[in-house]
């Protein structure tokens, strides 16, 4: 029922564009009448498909920068691991560093897990 709606709302679109057109083309003679426009199935389709998904859209994409983040952070938090050194001063100032990329990375994944599980 509601794709009729949506078909009927384009068939109504080109019925309208051509009555314009053939009105036009009244007054201006050097138009080409038979260019009347035809109802388009694609753009029917496309209209149906982003008004049943606009409020999953932007949970998808959250979810799409949370992986990018994570693995970033998932990088740099092993980086962290890395740079640890044997004096005491450098040794403090590297681990709140990988603290912090760690709940970088705990956070994205649960990000994940929400969108993943209720989208």
Avoid at 39 to 45: C, G, M, Y
Avoid at 61 to 69: D, L
Avoid at 81 to 94: I, M
Wanted: charged share 15%; glycine share 4%; net charge positive.
């Amino acid at each position: 029922h509601h794709f009729q709606q949506i078909w009927d709302n384009e068939l109504r679109r080109v019925k309208k564009n051509n009555s314009n057109l053939n009105s036009n083309s009244n007054s201006n003679k050097n138009q080409n009448p038979n260019k009347n426009q035809k109802p388009s199935l694609h753009r029917a389709i496309l209209q149906d498909f982003f008004k049943s998904t606009w409020y999953a859209q932007p949970l998808i994409a959250v979810a799409t920068i949370a992986k990018v983040v994570q693995s970033v952070a998932l990088g740099l938090l092993i980086e962290s691991f890395g740079s640890v050194t044997t004096t005491a001063d450098t040794d403090t100032s590297t681990k709140p560093s990988g603290y912090i990329w760690a709940a970088v990375l705990t956070f994205c994944g649960i990000l994940v897990l929400f969108e993943h599980h209720h989208v």
